[in-house]
Protein backbone atom coordinates (compact mmCIF):
# COMPACT_ATOMS: atom_id res chain seq x y z
CA UNK A 1 0.00 0.00 0.00
CA UNK A 2 0.92 3.56 -0.54
CA UNK A 3 3.37 4.91 2.08
CA UNK A 4 3.63 8.14 4.09
CA UNK A 5 3.33 11.11 1.92
CA UNK A 6 4.35 14.70 2.44
CA UNK A 7 4.12 17.99 0.78
CA UNK A 8 5.60 20.28 -0.53
CA UNK A 9 9.08 18.10 -0.60
CA UNK A 10 10.95 21.53 -0.85
CA UNK A 11 9.98 24.85 0.45
CA UNK A 12 11.81 28.28 0.44
CA UNK A 13 10.39 31.12 2.18
CA UNK A 14 11.32 34.19 3.68
CA UNK A 15 12.07 35.02 6.86
CA UNK A 16 8.60 36.07 8.67
CA UNK A 17 6.41 34.40 6.39
CA UNK A 18 3.87 31.61 7.45
CA UNK A 19 4.38 28.31 6.16
CA UNK A 20 2.19 25.13 6.07
CA UNK A 21 3.39 21.34 5.56
CA UNK A 22 0.99 18.64 4.62
CA UNK A 23 1.35 15.15 5.51
CA UNK A 24 -0.85 12.15 4.82
CA UNK A 25 -0.31 9.24 7.04
CA UNK A 26 -0.77 5.17 6.23
CA UNK A 27 -4.56 5.08 5.92
CA UNK A 28 -5.56 3.19 9.01
CA UNK A 29 -2.89 4.10 11.46
CA UNK A 30 -4.05 5.89 14.25
CA UNK A 31 -0.67 7.95 15.57
CA UNK A 32 0.83 10.63 13.39
CA UNK A 33 4.12 12.41 14.18
CA UNK A 34 5.59 15.40 13.35
CA UNK A 35 9.65 15.37 14.39
CA UNK A 36 12.69 17.95 13.14
CA UNK A 37 15.77 16.97 11.80
CA UNK A 38 18.94 19.79 11.33
CA UNK A 39 22.02 18.84 9.22
CA UNK A 40 23.53 15.90 10.41
CA UNK A 41 21.34 16.32 13.32
CA UNK A 42 18.96 13.12 15.03
CA UNK A 43 15.14 13.49 15.42
CA UNK A 44 13.53 16.44 17.13
CA UNK A 45 10.28 15.33 18.59
CA UNK A 46 7.49 18.30 17.92
CA UNK A 47 3.90 16.68 18.06
CA UNK A 48 2.25 13.67 17.76
CA UNK A 49 -1.37 12.90 17.53
CA UNK A 50 -2.94 9.78 18.40
CA UNK A 51 -6.70 9.30 17.37
CA UNK A 52 -9.12 11.82 19.21
CA UNK A 53 -6.84 12.34 22.01
CA UNK A 54 -5.53 15.46 22.50
CA UNK A 55 -2.32 15.52 21.02
CA UNK A 56 1.13 15.90 22.56
CA UNK A 57 2.68 19.20 21.77
CA UNK A 58 5.48 19.07 24.07
CA UNK A 59 8.33 18.75 21.74
CA UNK A 60 7.03 22.22 19.77
CA UNK A 61 10.11 24.57 19.97
CA UNK A 62 7.69 28.02 20.30
CA UNK A 63 3.95 29.05 20.26
CA UNK A 64 4.97 29.93 16.35
CA UNK A 65 4.64 26.01 15.41
CA UNK A 66 1.30 24.68 15.46
CA UNK A 67 -0.68 21.33 14.12
CA UNK A 68 -3.89 20.25 13.30
CA UNK A 69 -5.39 16.63 12.26
CA UNK A 70 -8.25 16.46 10.80
CA UNK A 71 -10.61 13.74 10.42
CA UNK A 72 -7.81 12.03 12.26
CA UNK A 73 -5.80 11.60 8.99
CA UNK A 74 -4.40 14.10 6.96
CA UNK A 75 -2.08 16.42 9.07
CA UNK A 76 -0.56 20.15 8.44
CA UNK A 77 2.41 21.96 10.52
CA UNK A 78 2.33 25.38 10.56
CA UNK A 79 4.94 27.47 11.40
CA UNK A 80 4.50 31.45 11.45
CA UNK A 81 6.11 34.10 11.24
CA UNK A 82 9.30 32.21 10.34
CA UNK A 83 13.21 32.44 11.17
CA UNK A 84 16.31 31.36 9.87
CA UNK A 85 16.57 28.79 12.93
CA UNK A 86 13.29 26.98 11.40
CA UNK A 87 15.23 25.64 8.18
CA UNK A 88 15.28 22.25 8.83
CA UNK A 89 13.80 18.73 7.18
CA UNK A 90 10.32 18.04 8.83
CA UNK A 91 9.62 14.16 9.01
CA UNK A 92 5.92 13.17 9.84
CA UNK A 93 5.30 9.56 11.17
CA UNK A 94 2.43 7.19 11.52
CA UNK A 95 1.81 4.69 13.18
CA UNK A 96 -0.92 1.44 13.80
CA UNK A 97 -0.85 1.98 17.44
CA UNK A 98 1.00 1.39 20.91
CA UNK A 99 4.41 -0.50 20.88
CA UNK A 100 4.29 -0.45 16.73
CA UNK A 101 7.30 0.76 14.52
CA UNK A 102 6.54 4.13 13.04
CA UNK A 103 6.50 4.56 9.06
CA UNK A 104 8.38 8.11 7.76
CA UNK A 105 7.79 10.38 5.13
CA UNK A 106 10.53 11.67 2.76
CA UNK A 107 10.34 14.82 4.33
CA UNK A 108 9.51 18.46 3.73
CA UNK A 109 12.76 20.28 3.33
CA UNK A 110 12.50 24.36 4.53
CA UNK A 111 14.96 26.94 3.49
CA UNK A 112 14.16 29.98 5.54
CA UNK A 113 15.75 32.74 3.59
CA UNK B 1 14.05 11.56 31.38
CA UNK B 2 14.21 8.58 29.39
CA UNK B 3 16.98 8.54 27.36
CA UNK B 4 18.45 6.41 24.79
CA UNK B 5 21.92 6.58 24.08
CA UNK B 6 24.07 5.55 20.62
CA UNK B 7 27.24 5.08 19.86
CA UNK B 8 29.77 5.45 18.21
CA UNK B 9 28.31 8.99 16.36
CA UNK B 10 30.77 7.61 13.25
CA UNK B 11 31.73 4.73 12.08
CA UNK B 12 34.12 3.86 8.83
CA UNK B 13 34.11 0.06 7.95
CA UNK B 14 35.69 -1.58 4.81
CA UNK B 15 34.31 -3.84 2.49
CA UNK B 16 33.27 -7.05 4.36
CA UNK B 17 33.80 -5.99 7.76
CA UNK B 18 31.42 -6.19 10.60
CA UNK B 19 29.63 -2.91 11.92
CA UNK B 20 28.40 -2.57 15.54
CA UNK B 21 26.19 0.00 16.84
CA UNK B 22 25.67 0.33 19.99
CA UNK B 23 22.67 1.52 22.41
CA UNK B 24 21.36 1.72 25.85
CA UNK B 25 18.67 2.79 27.57
CA UNK B 26 17.77 4.20 31.31
CA UNK B 27 14.54 2.82 31.73
CA UNK B 28 13.06 -1.15 31.98
CA UNK B 29 9.75 -0.03 30.80
CA UNK B 30 10.52 -0.35 26.95
CA UNK B 31 8.48 -2.83 24.54
CA UNK B 32 9.94 -2.83 21.22
CA UNK B 33 13.36 -1.47 20.03
CA UNK B 34 13.55 -0.87 16.13
CA UNK B 35 16.59 0.37 14.07
CA UNK B 36 15.78 2.76 11.28
CA UNK B 37 18.26 3.38 8.17
CA UNK B 38 18.05 6.89 6.82
CA UNK B 39 19.99 7.96 3.65
CA UNK B 40 20.98 11.06 2.28
CA UNK B 41 17.83 13.36 1.38
CA UNK B 42 15.17 9.93 2.45
CA UNK B 43 12.92 9.84 5.86
CA UNK B 44 14.06 6.79 7.82
CA UNK B 45 13.20 3.63 7.16
CA UNK B 46 12.33 0.50 9.67
CA UNK B 47 15.22 -1.54 9.12
CA UNK B 48 14.56 -4.50 11.83
CA UNK B 49 13.08 -4.35 15.16
CA UNK B 50 13.83 -6.46 18.35
CA UNK B 51 11.27 -7.24 21.51
CA UNK B 52 12.57 -7.49 24.65
CA UNK B 53 11.13 -11.15 25.29
CA UNK B 54 13.81 -12.17 22.36
CA UNK B 55 18.26 -11.80 22.72
CA UNK B 56 18.41 -12.05 19.12
CA UNK B 57 16.88 -11.25 15.83
CA UNK B 58 18.75 -11.90 12.38
CA UNK B 59 17.42 -10.53 8.81
CA UNK B 60 19.78 -11.19 6.08
CA UNK B 61 23.16 -9.73 6.95
CA UNK B 62 21.40 -7.57 9.51
CA UNK B 63 21.15 -8.76 13.76
CA UNK B 64 19.55 -7.36 16.37
CA UNK B 65 21.79 -8.34 20.06
CA UNK B 66 19.92 -7.51 23.10
CA UNK B 67 20.82 -8.00 26.61
CA UNK B 68 17.97 -7.13 29.27
CA UNK B 69 20.06 -7.17 32.16
CA UNK B 70 22.41 -4.56 31.27
CA UNK B 71 20.10 -2.59 29.15
CA UNK B 72 21.73 -2.37 25.92
CA UNK B 73 20.78 -3.25 22.46
CA UNK B 74 23.18 -3.53 19.21
CA UNK B 75 22.84 -3.67 15.21
CA UNK B 76 25.50 -6.05 13.81
CA UNK B 77 26.12 -5.43 10.18
CA UNK B 78 27.64 -8.74 8.49
CA UNK B 79 29.92 -8.36 4.83
CA UNK B 80 29.29 -5.08 4.92
CA UNK B 81 28.82 -3.07 2.07
CA UNK B 82 29.38 0.56 0.57
CA UNK B 83 25.71 0.54 -0.04
CA UNK B 84 25.08 0.24 3.69
CA UNK B 85 26.58 3.46 4.13
CA UNK B 86 24.02 5.82 5.55
CA UNK B 87 22.79 6.93 9.35
CA UNK B 88 21.23 4.31 11.27
CA UNK B 89 19.01 5.33 14.42
CA UNK B 90 17.88 2.97 17.30
CA UNK B 91 15.03 3.63 19.25
CA UNK B 92 13.00 2.38 22.01
CA UNK B 93 9.48 2.55 22.81
CA UNK B 94 7.90 2.74 25.84
CA UNK B 95 5.51 0.42 27.30
CA UNK B 96 3.69 2.84 29.47
CA UNK B 97 1.29 4.08 26.97
CA UNK B 98 3.16 7.15 25.53
CA UNK B 99 3.28 7.35 21.74
CA UNK B 100 6.47 9.43 22.22
CA UNK B 101 9.27 7.17 20.86
CA UNK B 102 12.87 7.58 22.26
CA UNK B 103 15.31 8.21 19.48
CA UNK B 104 18.93 7.68 19.50
CA UNK B 105 20.88 9.99 17.94
CA UNK B 106 22.29 8.13 15.30
CA UNK B 107 25.41 7.04 13.58
CA UNK B 108 26.87 7.94 10.58
CA UNK B 109 28.18 4.64 8.35
CA UNK B 110 30.65 4.71 5.97
CA UNK B 111 31.82 1.55 4.15
CA UNK B 112 34.98 1.73 2.22
CA UNK B 113 34.88 -0.10 -1.09
Known amino acids: GAGVSQSPSNKVTEKGKDVELRCDPI?????LYWYRQSLGQGLEFLIY????????KSGLPSDRFSAERTGGSVSTLTIQRTQQEDSAVYLC???????????FGPGTRLTVT | QQQVKQSPQSLIVQKGGISIINCAYE??????FPWYQQFPGKGPALLIAIRPDVSEKKEGRFTISFNKSAKQFSLHIMDSQPGDSATYFC????????????FGTGTRLKVLA
Open chain 1, 27 to 31: SGHTA
Open chain 1, 49 to 56: FQGNSAPD
Open chain 2, 27 to 32: NTAFDY
Open chain 1, 93 to 103: ASSPGLASEQY
Open chain 2, 91 to 102: AAIPSSGTYKYI
